[in-house]
């Protein structure tokens, strides 16, 4: 079998009003809504989902090129935000323009590492240019990142 | 099958607007009055939709009303309001250091108001400034801040944008809704030590939920009886309540809107509109 053809098939399952259970391989997680607006909520929301899948990504493959270089990680994190393009259309607002999906996604890539700065920007744009989801998601979204290397 | 939900249509203008009415439908559902919101983007929307059937209730600015009753020939009923929506007041404030003292003082100044659409920060403030003798554009000029415009001044951002034109002596007058006063006071936003109210409007009414006459009354009945068993003392209602602003639902009155119908006739707002 062609490597390009590899897939991934999680199942969901509707599991309450407001919630859905994901089966993935040897794990489950569960989703809430697809974009919350409450200040809590028993779980998250598919959007949140979305940048914590970024995040993640982006960490694993920067620590991987930290490690290809066999430079030290003391801590490595990433705060992002994002936007919808108009979340009213999202709640189904008549009258309102633009749509619902994501408009922009913000971040800051905090690194602390024994590497010189020009090191560390390197495995960043290595790390960038393998990421499965930054090159899906920018596609289709202004994705604003920022490298900050920590002292 | 139950019956149909009653359809309820609001204006919002942020997200967490819905979270209200989330929390309003909930608890129409646990008093077997089953209900559904379907939300507008301005009220023009809003009033189409009632007049053609779409809904069965609008949470109506109190513009919206007028138009309603304008556009169904008087053929609206207002069922219901907050507590707080009764007999608001707008005050024309100046900054005391200025020398504006009395509204004759306002004799070639500028005066910041809400956006076009806003009752309270824009119609009926010039409705009081005309009835005492100013007309804009000929006594004094005004400065409007059009935030948000259809939404008549929901979001009061317009009228917050002419309180900090006057503060920074941009303007030498601007209008504020009584609550949004008191608010601002509170929370620093205004120094009352630094402004005064030169003049206030007559008491009106703000919003209300409307219907058309054809609404059948055992429905209005059974949606009203629901609406007025939400109790501030209950903490289960009480943070939707005062997220909304109130403490209780009172039975609709429409006689607190004789000046704003006067002042959307007398400024033309409809025909400008293209109504």
């Not at chain 1, 930290?66 to 490595?76: G, N």
């Not at chain 2, 209008?175 to 006071?185: G, M």
Request: hydrophobic share 40%; net charge negative; charged share 25%.
């Amino acid at each position: 079998m062609c490597m390009t053809d590899y897939t991934w098939t999680v199942r969901v399952e509707r599991v309450g009003e407001q919630e859905a259970k994901v089966f993935s391989r040897n794990h489950v997680f569960v989703v809430g809504e697809q974009a919350s607006f409450r200040e809590t909520d028993p779980h998250p929301s598919a959007v949140e989902y979305l940048l914590g899948a970024l995040g993640g990504d982006l960490l694993r493959g920067f620590q991987i090129q930290a490690a290809r270089q066999r430079v030290a990680v003391d801590a490595l994190e990433v705060m992002l935000s994002g936007r919808l393009n108009n979340p009213l259309s999202h709640l189904g607002v008549v009258g309102e323009a633009g749509h619902p999906g994501l408009e922009s996604i913000q971040g800051t890539f905090y690194v602390s590492a024994d590497a010189d700065r020009s090191a560390l920007e390197e495995m960043w744009r290595a790390a960038l240019e393998r990421s499965p989801l930054f090159n899906t998601l920018r596609r289709s979204v202004e994705l604003s990142l920022e490298l900050r290397v920590m002292l | 099958m139950g019956k149909p939900p009653i359809l309820v249509g609001a204006v919002i203008y942020d997200p967490k607007v819905a979270l209200i009415w989330e929390t309003i439908k909930n608890f129409f559902e646990a008093h077997e009055c089953p209900m559904d919101y379907v939300f507008y983007s301005n009220y023009r929307l809003q009033v189409d939709a009632l007049l053609a059937g779409h809904i069965h209730i609008a949470w109506n600015s109190p513009l919206a009303w007028v138009d309603a009753q304008r556009r169904s020939s008087g053929h609206c009923r207002a069922i219901a309001m907050r507590d707080t929506d009764r007999d608001r007041v707008t005050h024309i404030l100046a900054r005391k250091e200025s020398g504006v003292r009395q509204l004759a003082d306002l004799r070639g100044k500028t005066v910041a108001t809400g956006a076009i659409d806003s009752p309270q920060a824009t119609l009926l403030p010039l409705h009081l400034l005309r009835k005492q003798g100013l007309t804009q554009g000929r006594d004094f000029t005004v400065r409007r801040f059009d935030v948000l415009v259809g939404k008549h001044g929901d979001h009061i951002g317009g009228e917050r944008e002419a309180l900090e034109s006057l503060r920074k002596a941009e303007s030498d007058a601007c209008a504020v809704l009584d609550l949004n006063w008191a608010t601002w006071q509170a929370d620093g936003t205004a120094d009352p030590n630094r402004l005064a109210v030169l003049v206030t409007t007559a008491p009106y009414d703000h919003c209300n939920f409307t219907v058309l006459d054809r609404f059948p009354p055992e429905e209005e009945r059974r949606w009203t009886r629901a609406l007025f068993e939400m109790r501030y003392d209950n903490p289960a209602h009480r943070e939707m309540m005062d997220m909304e602003g109130l403490k209780a639902w009172l039975p609709g009155r429409t006689t607190g809107y004789a000046a704003l119908t006067e002042a959307a006739a007398q400024q033309r707002f409809f025909e400008e509109e293209g109504a």
